[in-house]
């Protein structure tokens, strides 16, 4: 299988800007010949209940899992974990799967599989995170997450980004949900050089729910990439995105985001909202919603924006003797608090609100220090 895999992978060419799922991307300036595959330092944090839930066989695969050549890779190069609920089983505590990347010009593969029995309920937390010292390294992260939600099951599904500021990261994500399931994916990204998740939630059961929510913020020359789809695939389904990010200095953030209703996906919900701050002059973000609907029994809106801090929530703190500094630290907080609210975080969400916090601070700190005497 990983030959095969591989032997794919050498015959596809590489995606350029030009295709339109990679459109807006850095995808040109990827040099792979710079890496060498390696494995990945993985650490599993589980309450004792879900010790045996996890196990580290080859998984299953999706018959449609391979959306690009970059899938192909991991299923080539893998390092799994494996999370099987069993029916009617309610896990309480998260289980936080950590990947360690360490190392100059090393390329990991880490998978994640999710197999959630019916009625069953659980919560995964996975963090990635540069290792000791290893914030300067080159490398190069190519993950895959597969969550698959049986009848009636609930999952969450959290990911966090805290790799160093030379690594790429080219993601893929996939979600099926079955007759009146729930399914939480949500993603924080703070870190990285390119960081890039593609995000497919597809409802296949009657009645089943999914909700996607993320949080990035972009600096230096950082850039952050989303591409989502909410595919409906059976009648009665609901579904409800909220993407919120923010760029300063010279970053930049993409959005594209696809809702698809199938013809006979009749009485779906579908929401789809992507926000944007630009908190610099030199710093963009694109937002593209995307609507395709084959059937007219259904009630659906995306909605995005892109632009600086609201000026009236500016000169209402200030009016009111807040400097214009921490000003614009409330009003930031308070954009993303929205989703930070709704992230299945726990304890991290303190930690969450800080990194954000000390980075609008570095953003302030680099604006200061180029501004001529």
């Known amino acids: ?31 792979l010949d710079a890496f060498a595959p390696a494995a990945c330092v993985t650490e599993i944090d ?15 695969l999706f018959a449609d899992e391979t ?30 799967v950590t990947h360690h990347i360490a190392g100059d010009g090393v390329a990991v593969f880490p998978r994640l599989v999710i197999d959630a029995g019916a009625d069953s309920e659980v919560t995964v937390v996975e963090r990635f995170v540069a290792g000791d010292g290893a914030d300067d390294d080159r490398a190069l992260v ?32 996939q979600a099926v949900g079955e007759r009146d399931s729930s ?21 296949s059961g009657k009645g089943g729910s999914t909700k ?7 600096g230096g020359t950082q850039m952050h990439d989303f591409r989502t789809i909410q595919d409906h695939d059976a009648p009665n389904t609901s579904s409800d995105l909220l993407f919120k990010g923010a760029v300063q200095d010279h970053a930049a953030s993409v959005y594209t985001g696809l809702i698809r209703i199938r013809k006979h996906a009749n009485g779906t919900t579908a929401f789809q909202t992507n926000r944007n701050l630009t908190l610099s002059e ?16 259904v009630k659906c809106s995306h909605a995005s924006t892109v632009g600086p801090i609201d000026e009236e929530q500016r000169f209402y703190l200030e009016s009111r003797g807040v400097r214009p500094e921490v000003a614009e630290r409330l009003v930031v907080l308070g954009f993303f608090e929205e989703v930070i609210s709704q992230l299945p975080a726990g304890s991290i ?15 302030s700190a680099a604006s200061r220090q180029a501004v001529p005497a």
């Open 1 to 31: 299988m990983r030959l095969a895999a591989v032997e794919r992978f050498a015959a596809a060419p590489l995606p350029t800007p030009s295709e339109e799922i990679w459109r807006y991307s850095r995808i040109d300036r990827l040099d």
């Open 46 to 60: 589980a309450p004792r209940e879900a010790a045996s839930l996890i196990v580290d066989t080859e998984p299953e």
């Open 67 to 96: 959306p690009d050549v970059f899938a192909e890779l991991n299923r080539a190069f893998m390092s799994p974990v494996v999370i099987r609920v069993p029916a009617g089983k309610i896990v309480a505590d998260p289980i936080v």
């Open 142 to 173: 190519v993950p895959v997450l597969q969550v698959h939600a049986a009848q009636a099951a609930r999952v969450k599904y959290l990911a966090i980004n805290e790799v160093g500021i030379n690594t790429w990261q080219i993601g893929n994500q």
């Open 183 to 203: 399914t939480l994916l949500a993603t924080v990204t703070l870190g990285g050089d390119y960081v890039r998740a593609r995000t497919e939630a597809r409802l």
């Open 212 to 218: 996607q929510v993320a949080l990035y913020f972009a």
């Open 282 to 297: 030199g710093a963009w973000a694109e937002s593209v919603p995307n609507l395709d609907i084959e059937t007219n029994d």
């Open 349 to 363: 969400a303190d930690d969450l609100r800080v990194r954000v916090s000390n980075k609008l601070d570095l953003g």
